[in-house]
């Protein structure tokens, strides 16, 4: 019997995120099957899965901003969504949430005050994410991959313990990829959480542990080096595949 039966067995270590029982049903039609895992603190965890598999939806219920069903989701032991959380979490969509009319460095001052953090870390920030270069850049202007990351900065000012993001590196290219990919490393190593979806298998590789999706199911929850040994397969496209497989 496969173990893609998503529910995932507890884990030792406190979960960041714990999701219980989670349905979700959009437009008449169930999209999240009954969703159980945990998600480690201080880790980068991937979730990964082709796209319309669930993966933005199951986002959206973590940070509170999905109707869902049945279930239980727990984010730093409060109820998704709650008003502690929200200085807490961090959420960075898909499509970028700034003001295009504004350079990238107005837009980071605004959120700050929004957000009460100090000025300084708006400076701070713009390094993280590398747009030194673009700071008095209208957000209009840039490309795609660098408003993306004007998006990411928004979400880093408050230093969030949780952060959830959506396909983050879409768009960037390779070297930016991968060093966005360290950004995240360094933020886990500082004690952050870190939940990134993608659809590309490859930068599972980045990651600590993996969350599997296959349409609205968890097919997986557990290391890359894991992963390997429990399919004998060397890649971890390959790996996903066995998944499958077992699952039918």
């Not at 969504?81 to 605004?110: H, I, K, W």
């Not at 701070?124 to 747009?131: C, D, H, K, P």
């Not at 959830?164 to 990919?181: A, H, K």
Request: charged content about 25%; glycine content about 10%; overall charge negative.
């Amino acid at each position: 019997m496969s173990r893609a039966v998503d529910e995932i067995e507890p884990q030792s270590v406190t979960p960041a995120i714990e999701v219980d029982g989670l349905r979700v049903r959009r437009g008449g039609r169930e999209v999240l099957h009954g969703l159980g895992f945990g998600v480690a603190p201080g880790r980068v965890t991937g979730l990964l899965g082709p796209s319309g598999c669930g993966k933005s939806t199951l986002m959206r219920a973590i940070v509170g901003v999905q109707v869902v069903e049945s279930g239980r989701i727990a984010v730093l032991g409060s109820p998704a969504g709650s008003p502690p959380l929200r200085s807490r979490v961090g959420y960075v969509t898909q499509a970028p949430s700034v003001y295009g009319d504004l350079s990238v460095r107005e837009n980071l001052r605004y959120f700050a005050r929004v957000l009460g953090v100090p000025p300084s870390r708006v400076e701070a920030t713009i390094e993280t994410v590398a747009l030194g270069e673009q700071a008095d850049q209208v957000v209009s202007s840039l490309s795609g991959g660098q408003s993306a990351r004007v998006s990411l900065a928004t979400a880093l000012l408050g230093e969030p313990e949780v952060l959830v993001l959506d396909e983050p590196t879409v768009g960037l290219d390779p070297v930016l990829r991968r060093d966005l990919w360290a950004t995240f490393a360094e933020l886990a190593a500082a004690g952050a959480t870190l939940l990134v979806s993608s659809h590309v298998m490859d930068e599972a590789e980045h990651c600590d542990e993996l969350l599997l999706m296959r349409e609205g199911h968890l097919l997986a929850s557990e290391s890359p080096a894991a992963l390997r040994e429990r399919t004998g397969r060397e890649q971890l496209d390959e790996a996903f595949l066995a998944l499958i497989e077992e699952a039918r």
